[in-house]
């Protein structure tokens, strides 16, 4: 690592609808070069949702941490992902130890002002430009259903995420873990389900109050469908199984 400055700049890129499959990424720019078009061409930044929390992964401390930045598109235990390690150290912030356990990354550290990182960090996070209101919906949905855990524990039910994809622009998919992640983990029975909410041009706010409290005043399983888990399962759990792909 030498002593010379770098400029971070975080770019939200959202794909055309008719990517199926493509969702919104995070492209990280050093000195205008995108890191990882050079070093990583097998899948993805990881989303804003992820990289672009306040407080999120991408804020430095004193203490290093490692970050995944993007994933191959067939997942990580595949073709690989892509991670730095991250450290504020006095008045800079240093990006540096990439690693893909596939194969080797050809990319130095980075040296940033920690100043100018900050900003771009909280510039970024605010910016909200490039959310389509699905999308801003699903994210204000999730936040209020987090909020809610104890509601949808009495309908035997985990929130798993709320998802909106650029190629179905008007859409929702709720997913929920039946009795709840913790049946995955000790190897019990357990059904994924997915309701699939429509979104207006209506408030957003307005939208999410709307569709939180349907969502938790009834048992959400009678109008979603089971969309992972195992035919096992489902006998077990009193539900029907469905050979057809599921999400």
Not at 6 to 21: A, F, I, K, N
Not at 156 to 165: I, T
Not at 203 to 217: F, G, K
Request: net charge negative; hydrophobic share 35%; glycine share 6%.
């Amino acid at each position: 690592m030498t002593d010379e400055k770098r400029c971070l700049t975080l770019r939200v890129v959202v794909p055309d609808s008719m990517q199926t499959g493509a969702d919104v990424e995070v492209r990280v720019l050093v000195d205008g070069r995108d890191i990882l078009a050079d070093a990583f061409a097998e899948g993805q930044g990881e989303e804003p949702e992820y990289l672009l929390a306040s407080g999120g992964p991408l804020t430095a401390g004193r203490e290093s941490h490692e970050v995944r930045l993007a994933e191959a598109s067939c997942t990580e235990g595949c073709c690989g992902p892509l991670y730095v390690t991250i450290q504020l150290n006095g008045d800079y912030v240093v990006w540096d130890e990439w690693r893909n356990p596939n194969q080797e990354v050809d990319l130095p550290a980075f040296r940033f002002e920690a100043r100018q990182y900050r900003r771009e960090i909280e510039r970024a996070t605010a910016d909200r430009s490039w959310e389509w209101p699905a999308r801003t919906v699903a994210r204000l949905l999730e936040r209020d259903l987090r909020e809610r855990s104890d509601r949808l524990a009495r309908w035997e039910c985990e929130l798993g995420a709320v998802s909106a994809w650029p190629w179905e622009p008007n859409l929702v998919n709720v997913f929920l873990f039946h009795p709840g992640r913790s049946a995955v983990r000790d190897n019990h029975p357990w059904l994924q389900f997915r309701m699939i909410l429509a979104v207006s041009s209506d408030d957003p706010a307005n939208q999410v109050e709307r569709l939180a409290e349907q969502l938790v005043e009834a048992d959400p399983r009678q109008a979603a469908e089971v969309c992972g888990g195992s035919r096992e399962s489902a006998r077990h759990l009193g539900y029907p199984w469905s050979e057809r792909r599921r999400a």
